[in-house]
């Protein structure tokens, strides 16, 4: 069915509908149970990786970052954007009542991409310090290549069942896995290793590999609990397995591309600049991301979602919801982003150390280009889930080629100032190029959902921390004040969006569900 009798159809069947806030309700109870996972999971891993930095120096912090770059890009590489793909399916195949395919799509997709992980990491154990030496100009990344082809295949399944926890909307065991289990682990065996005196390596090891296991067997734990099975004895069969691969492959040269945007400015840094100025740069964009995981939770529950009304053609019910979370996903980053704009040189010191605080206005290009991309909403995502992976591929490969010229353009005589206008850049054409085409397809407009009347509550609030900073900035330590400078803005920007109606129901829903257990108000 088209784009256009799609629309006819949930224009005719509106009616027929549940109410809408009902909807919007329930996306936003699992929204925030992502939402609250990725916040704690974030501040863990903040707390791990300044450890690390603080410890080891910018050097060596580079050199970590770039080996999780690699193994983020093999990773894509061998799943074939099949994770994505099994969450359009199993969200099309429910919207269609074909629950018995299901299992078997789970089943032989799982253990068809496990298979081409291990080859992939068993081929990267012979080939480590050729690439090391040859096309990062870093031999003492050999050793850390070693460690991403022992995690190659772990993170890959790890990935494949939190895609089948998404595919389900088990946001519980989401976040159990990806954002408490696999942070604690890192930071509490980290800790250890360091107190123990434990050299860089051998705390890489932990990090890329053995952090990743306990993670992957309560993942196992968890799958059993749900409808799907990996561990049946059926052999896969090509028919079962045509369907999503033909949708994924397109994804798979997509999220390629994609990565130029978010994984290749590193490991062009480490082969420009060195190790050093890397290190710098992933200080910066590891605060600069922050925006961006309240994208991440409200996509992680919009998408089977959008899958699901798409197939069966409520367009104007799957509108309703996108349009509401753009307007959540508003309120929400904008004192975020204001913050780390404001306070990036004070940010970088306190989580990473002094020798970070060069990266500042790094932090302050990259926090805007991410705080626009969050509230354009889930776009990208929702094409997938509509089922235009074919346009995906093509909008991808566009601003991932603009993106990669700017990389070669600009890191080489600017270093990290380069690479971060080349992101954001790269984010900037990506994301309007995505919201055009939803536009085109589906009417949806996240323009019309901005609120920029919010924008008078945070000016208040930042003009009064500044006269706070005035008056009592000398009394207290720098630290001390700097909290209590993010917990006032905070706190008045909220106050005032209320006091003043400046926000909708659907935004004070919103906040109660992320401040209330489970969800419920």
């Not at 020798?355 to 705080?371: D, E, M, S």
């Not at 706190?491 to 129901?505: D, E, G, K, N, R």
């Amino acid at each position: 069915m088209s784009d256009t009798g799609r629309i006819k159809l949930a224009q005719s069947s509106f009616k027929e509908d549940a109410p809408h806030s009902q909807g919007f309700s329930i996306l936003l109870s699992g929204a925030s149970i992502i939402l609250i996972g990725a916040v704690l999971g974030r501040v863990l891993d903040f707390i791990t990786r300044t450890m690390i930095g603080r410890h080891f120096g910018p050097g060596n912090f580079g050199l970590l970052n770039g080996a999780i770059a690699l193994l983020s890009i093999m990773a894509v590489i061998v799943s074939l954007g099949i994770p994505t793909g099994i969450v359009r399916f199993i969200g099309r195949y429910k919207g269609e009542e074909k629950p018995e395919d299901i299992p078997k799509l789970a089943h032989n997709t799982f253990w068809l991409i496990t298979c081409i992980a291990v080859l992939a990491g068993f081929a990267l154990l012979f080939v480590n310090e050729w690439l090391a030496i040859h096309l990062l100009n870093e031999p003492a990344m050999a050793p850390l290549l070693r460690l991403v082809a022992i995690a190659l295949p772990i993170i890959t399944m790890l990935s494949l069942t939190s895609a089948l926890f998404q595919a389900e909307r088990e946001s519980k065991s989401y976040v159990l896995v990806n954002n408490l289990l696999l942070p604690l682990t890192r930071l509490s065996g980290i800790f250890l290793a360091i107190v123990m005196g434990w050299a860089f390596i051998q705390i890489s090891s932990f990090y890329i590999v053995g952090a990743l296991i306990p993670p992957l067997i309560l993942g196992f734990v968890l799958i059993r609990q749900t409808p799907f099975s990996l561990w049946s004895a059926d052999i896969p069969k090509t028919k079962n397995l045509l369907p999503p691969i033909r949708f994924s492959l397109p994804l798979l040269v997509g999220s390629l591309f994609g990565l130029a945007i978010w994984q290749v400015d590193l490991l062009l840094l480490q082969r420009e600049w060195g190790a050093e100025e890397t290190g710098l740069y992933a200080a910066a964009l590891t605060i600069g991301r922050l925006p961006g995981m309240i994208l991440l939770a409200f996509s992680f529950v919009l998408a089977p979602v959008a899958a699901e009304l798409f197939s069966a053609g409520r367009i104007t019910r799957m509108r309703y919801l996108y349009e509401r979370t753009v307007e959540a996903l508003f309120f929400l980053a904008l004192p975020i982003t204001a913050i780390i704009i404001l306070y990036a040189a004070p940010l970088l010191h306190l989580l990473f150390g002094a020798a970070y605080v060069t990266a500042a206005p790094v932090l302050r290009i990259l926090a805007a280009g991410f705080f626009l991309q969050v509230i354009t909403g889930p776009n990208g995502n929702t094409i997938i889930m509509m089922g235009h992976s074919r346009r995906y591929l093509t909008y991808t490969l566009i601003a991932g080629t603009v993106t990669i010229g700017l990389y070669l353009l600009l890191i080489s005589p600017l270093g990290k100032i380069g690479a971060a206008l080349a992101t954001v850049t790269g984010i900037l054409l990506l994301n309007g190029i995505f919201a055009w085409q939803l536009y085109r397809a589906a009417d949806i407009n996240p323009l019309r959902s901005l609120r920029l009347d919010l924008f008078i509550p945070l000016i208040l609030a930042l003009m009064t921390t500044l006269v706070l900073k005035q008056l009592a900035g000398h009394l207290l330590p720098s630290w001390l004040m700097l909290l209590i400078l993010i917990a006032v803005i905070v706190t008045l920007y909220i106050s005032l969006a209320v006091l003043f109606q400046m926000i909708q129901p659907q935004e004070l829903q919103a906040l109660r569900r992320l401040i209330s257990r489970n969800g419920q108000v």
